[in-house]
């Protein structure tokens, strides 16, 4: 459900992680038509803090260019792909916090940036250093 929290999808999430399993999200939740990475929404790092588990940072420049616009028909585009190196977030045994979860998000998409070019870091570009 674009835009609302899905608590059976994070039960689900939750259960794979504990189980071992692999799990792969796009924090934004949507393609960027431009490119530029946007905001991160906190169900990475609420299953990051709630497991313990390692984030894989992946950055993928080039996509937007496949549908440019409003078009129906695929064009040849080159598309990159960076893997970061693994990292934890904090974990929290007494629950979760709105700040935790923020530090969390932007730890996160700060890792997915550096991996992408400059010009679609977003705002964690040089322009926010």
Do not use: N
Request: proline fraction near 5%; charged fraction near 20%; aromatic fraction near 4%.
């Amino acid at each position: 459900r674009r835009g609302a929290g899905d608590r059976s999808a994070q039960r689900l999430a939750l259960e794979m992680l504990a189980t071992g399993s692999s799990l792969g999200l796009f924090p934004e939740g949507t393609r960027s038509p431009d490119g530029r990475l946007g905001e991160g929404h906190a169900g990475a790092a609420l299953l990051a803090i709630r497991t313990g588990v390692q984030v894989l940072p992946v950055g993928i420049a080039g996509t937007h260019a496949i549908f440019p616009g409003r078009s129906r028909w695929p064009h040849r585009s080159q598309v990159t792909i960076r893997i970061g190196a693994p990292f934890r977030l904090a974990t929290q045994a007494d629950g979760l916090d709105r700040a935790a979860l923020k530090s969390g998000t932007e730890q996160i998409m700060q890792a997915i940036a550096a991996l992408l070019p400059e010009s679609q870091r977003g705002r964690w570009g040089s322009e926010a250093g």
